[in-house]
């Protein structure tokens, strides 16, 4: 399984962006995609997950300002962030997880400043 993130980018506060992921291999019913992020001197944290059959899950503190969907056809998954704030500021990562394994995309920079 791989996976391909789109590229992150650059909004001032109140903006909003939105990634892409990809996977390619066999995607089974079972996966959840998820996005994590993270910033500079910081662990990784879980930023919204999404099952195959739609249930999700946010971090408190996107809830309300990010939107996570997913295309089963296509295998990918979306992360719409809006209202953006400098805290956002990370390095965001897509990762899939089936039959107890993970696999994660590449990292994408968002940075949120005026």
């Known amino acids: 399984v791989q996976l391909q993130a789109s590229e992150g980018g650059s909004v001032q506060p109140g903006g909003s962006l939105r990634l892409s992921c990809a996977a390619s291999?066999?995607?089974?019913?079972?996966?959840?995609m998820s996005w994590h992020r993270q910033a500079p001197g910081k662990q990784r944290d879980l930023v919204a997950a999404?099952?195959?059959?739609?249930?999700?899950n946010y971090a408190d503190s996107v809830k309300g300002r990010f939107t996570i969907s997913r295309d089963n056809a296509k295998n990918t998954v979306v992360l719409q962030m809006n209202n953006l704030k400098p805290e956002d500021t990370a390095v965001y990562f897509c990762?899939?997880?089936?039959?107890?394994?993970?696999?994660w995309g590449q990292g994408t920079q968002v940075t949120v400043s005026s």
């Open positions: 990762r899939i997880t089936q039959w107890g394994r993970d696999y």
């Open positions: 999404i099952t195959n059959g739609g249930t999700t």
């Open positions: 291999g066999t995607i089974f019913s079972t996966s959840v």
